[in-house]
């Protein structure tokens, strides 16, 4: 039987295990998505920056990103983002444009069952 890959970061292994319980829990496929997003191995996932999520999200959008969320670009499209990492320029970048930056734990406690929320990365 093959052995899983156990992450060297606890944080990291946290979140995993919260996003899998709450698909579990509420039913959401889509926190099972980003849990998985998150278990990859580094190299295939990319990060996401602000500029591109200023040219595929609609403005008052619910965006989670399994991954880093980097500066790279302007917002000016009011969202809420949900994301493991962000750079601090990228944080401040949507907070000035009246956006919200959350951890994917808070995510979870406001979208428990995942409704609305849209996968970036």
């Known amino acids: 039987m093959a052995r899983s890959h156990v992450k060297g970061n606890p944080e990291l292994a946290r979140a995993i295990r919260e996003l899998r ?13 980003v849990a ?5 191995s580094r190299h295939p996932s990319r990060p996401v920056s602000v500029g591109r999520l200023e040219r595929i999200a609609e403005a008052e959008e619910t965006i989670v990103v399994p991954g880093k969320v980097l500066a790279d670009g302007a917002l000016s499209k009011r969202l809420t ?27 979870l ?7 609305g929320v849209r996968l970036v990365g």
């Open 109 to 115: 406690k406001a979208k428990p069952n995942g409704a």
């Open 21 to 33: 319980h709450a698909a579990r829990t509420h039913d959401a496929p889509v926190w099972n998505s």
């Open 81 to 107: 983002v949900a994301a493991f990492a962000y750079s601090a320029e990228a944080r401040s970048k949507i907070r000035a444009a009246g956006g919200v930056a959350l951890s994917l734990h808070d995510m």
């Open 36 to 40: 998985d997003g998150l278990a990859r």
